[in-house]
């Protein structure tokens, strides 16, 4: 019994642990946890181009 | 209602919009933090309407015509996403150069409201500003703001005046002439035309009481910190005493006290599992979970004290000083001087750091800075080196402060490399960078960055470390065959037959176990791994206080248990630190470098330069302390050779390459 709920235990805290990174990942958390590492919105550099 | 939030790099935009969204954004005093949009609700205080306020942030720019990606973000936003209200924020204490992007923004037929910022700033010059001229001359609001502030702060009038102006038209001040966009003359022209036109009306409402032919206290401190000769051993000092403080004095002592309760915790569960629960279990649960993770987050106070202190310094205007040192190295080996804020950012963590590599224009300089810019040690990687400082030279602070040094050393001696293997060793650039005012760092910013950072280790050492833990231990309790590894058969695990070929490439640079080499290994997907692994591998859950090992390993030294010399330790650390980053790292690599040739060049020349780097420290040390080569040494340096020959060879072919170019050209 004490088995099963430790191994219980050690589940849900994977599964926590995978959730958090699925969601931060679906907020476009280019590191998980990274503060300032948002994912870019794509637009690139035309360099050398005065519009 | 949607509000663009623009103005010239460093006018105080970000800190702005945190101030009005109540968001925790990276500021910074200096150019170029932001290089993406960001958004967010205005606080309910501020806005007195039912209608929701969505306010973006947009990087700084000095005109409506991009040069730079970030810049054209701004651009592209209030051409083309019908902002209703822009704000402009303009630095009050430099008007004459923010103008001009006003006159430009008044164009567009969206209201504009000015916030003149850093009002104190200008107070404190004793400069005058008249508000009701300024906003008559150029035909919207002006309000004076002072978003550092949580008083008085003008922000709340910002926000009235511009619920106001919505939907209203907006006047255009400098008459804009019919102009051949395509004939760089004429847009010349009016350029020139518009800068006498802003010259003028700062002439009339601006009263400087300092003007620039005097010198101010900045520019006798400036004298001394940016000084050519100073400016080095200063910066030398400053994070020697930086490292100290966090690694030596202060952090150890806040680190006792949390891994105690760490270890407290983990005498209560392994007290609740009792006796009766399957080891493997038990392992699984206490070392691999709490004792791997507890580990790293042992250094949790190491890091919050360190990023603090890097925070006043960044707040008070003195990296910028430090970029403006840099410069003179950077230019001559080929980088651009404003590479040197990709890599201070990626201080922090080399993902915003590489991307802060599109402020810089030119194309090979952008390339090389975002392929160098993870050598500088990030934060992830600070933990390691407070390991490797701790444990096996006694925290000292001259550690962490070589490491940033040897970084920029790399840095240097990679673009060096790099200009002549991509044939342009002439090239050079030309940097202007505006230097920050010096102002009191503030604690609130410090604190707030020191919190945010430390969200971010321990939500990382939660999700990505924790389940590396989990994996890590259950690699080294089953074999293939997934039966538990018998004591004493511990080299027939997953894990050790997996880092075993790995180790035996690593004999030449003193640490070929398959312990350490698997830790290097799931360091490539986050740094902090590295200890995550070593404390799962080595069964130690407290790396600050080491007396708890004398239970385990009946020795009171990590190094023992590890099987490690000083040396050894230290080439481990400049392995860990010098070679590819993480995987998240290299990602934004691969974004930003567009261009495959590049990005595997680069991943090569990382793994090239750790590997190399280390090879010499281990070797070398041990010639020095031992009188003898390591083990490994010949193996190692054949492979060594040959690394530095293929460079050598591809540096000559791109020479090559150069001078074909110009036999061609002329």
């Known amino acids: ?51 | 209602m949607k509000l663009a939030l623009t103005g010239n790099p460093n006018s105080g935009k970000t800190t702005l919009f945190n101030a009005i969204t109540g968001n925790i954004e990276k500021v910074g005093n200096w150019a170029g933090v932001t290089i993406n949009k960001k958004e967010g609700n205005v606080k309910g205080d501020l806005n007195k309407t039912s209608e929701n306020i969505v306010a973006v942030d947009l990087p700084g720019a000095y005109s409506m015509s991009p040069f730079t990606s970030e810049e054209n973000i701004t651009s592209d936003f209030v051409r083309n996403e019908n902002p209703d209200v822009i704000i402009n924020i303009v630095d009050a204490t430099n008007i004459s150069r923010s103008l001009f992007f006003t006159t430009q923004l008044l164009e567009l037929d969206i209201p504009v409201v000015i916030a003149l910022n850093k009002s104190d700033l200008n107070q404190k010059k004793e400069n005058t500003i008249d508000i009701k001229k300024l906003s008559n001359k150029l035909g919207c609001p002006v309000i004076e703001t002072i978003s550092t502030s949580n008083n008085n702060n003008g922000l709340q009038s910002l926000i009235e005046k511009v619920i106001e102006v919505k939907g209203k038209k907006q006047t255009t001040p400098f008459s804009l002439k019919k102009v051949n966009m395509s004939d760089s003359k004429s847009v010349e022209k009016l350029d020139i035309d518009r800068f006498e036109f802003v010259k003028k009306i700062v002439a009339t409402v601006e009263n400087r009481k300092i003007h620039s032919n005097k010198q101010t206290k900045q520019d006798t401190v400036d004298r001394i910190l940016a000084n050519k000769l100073l400016g080095i051993p200063i910066f030398a000092i400053v994070m020697w005493l930086v490292f100290s403080i966090s690694q030596t004095y202060v952090g150890p002592v806040i680190a006792d006290i949390l891994v105690n309760w760490i270890d407290g915790f983990y005498g209560v569960v392994e007290g609740l599992l009792g006796e009766n629960v399957s080891p493997i279990l038990s392992a699984l649960l206490l070392d691999g979970i709490i004792g791997g993770v507890g580990a790293v987050v042992g250094f949790l106070p190491l890091i919050m004290v360190l990023f603090f202190l890097l925070a006043l310094l960044e707040d008070c205007g003195y990296m910028g000083r430090v970029a403006v040192i840099m410069d003179r190295f950077f230019k001559r080996v080929g980088l651009s001087g404003k590479s040197i804020i990709p890599m201070v950012i990626g201080t922090g963590c080399a993902i915003p750091g590489v991307m802060a590599t599109r402020t810089i224009k030119n194309e090979r300089q952008r390339r090389t800075t975002a392929m160098l810019t993870p050598f500088m040690p990030c934060g992830a990687k600070l933990p390691v080196i407070a390991l490797f400082a701790g444990v096996f030279f006694n925290g000292a602070g001259w550690v962490g402060t070589s490491m940033y040094f040897l970084a920029i050393g790399i840095i240097i001696v990679g673009s060096l490399i790099i200009v002549r293997i991509t044939g342009q060793k002439n090239a050079r650039s030309f940097f202007i960078m505006e230097l920050p005012e010096y102002r009191f760092p503030s604690i609130k910013r410090a604190i707030i960055s020191m919190f945010s950072r430390a969200k971010a280790f321990i939500i990382k050492a939660g999700t990505i470390i924790l389940l590396c833990n989990v994996t890590v231990q259950i690699m080294q309790t089953f074999n293939w065959k997934f039966h538990v590894i018998a004591e004493g058969a511990e080299n027939t695990s997953i894990l050790a037959t997996i880092a075993s070929p790995f180790a035996f490439v690593l004999i030449p640079l003193g640490f070929g176990v398959w312990q350490l080499a698997s830790a290097a290994l799931t360091g490539f997907i986050a740094k902090e791994n590295v200890i995550g692994t070593l404390a799962v591998v080595y069964s130690i859950t407290n790396f600050i206080d080491t007396e708890e090992l004398t239970l385990i390993s009946g020795s009171t030294d990590v190094a023992n248990t590890m099987g490690l010399t000083s040396v050894a330790a230290l080439s481990y650390l400049v392995f860990n630190l010098f070679t590819p980053p993480c995987f998240a790292a290299i990602g934004a690599m691969n974004s930003e470098l567009e261009n495959k040739k590049w990005f595997w060049g680069g991943i090569g020349f990382q793994m090239a330069m750790g590997y190399v780097l280390a090879f010499f420290t281990y070797q070398i040390g041990t010639l020095i302390t031992t009188r003898a080569f390591g083990v490994g040494f010949i193996p190692g340096a054949i492979l060594v050779s040959v690394i530095i020959g293929y460079i050598f060879y591809l540096m000559h072919k791109g020479e090559e390459k150069a001078q074909n170019t110009i036999a061609y050209n002329a």
């Open chain 1, 1 to 51: 019994m004490t088995n099963i709920i430790v191994c219980i235990v050690i589940l849900a805290i994977i599964i926590l642990a995978l959730a958090k990174i699925y969601f931060e990942k679906k907020k476009g958390a280019k590191c998980v946890g990274c503060p300032y590492s948002q994912s870019s919105d794509g637009s690139r550099c035309r360099y050398n181009k005065r519009m």
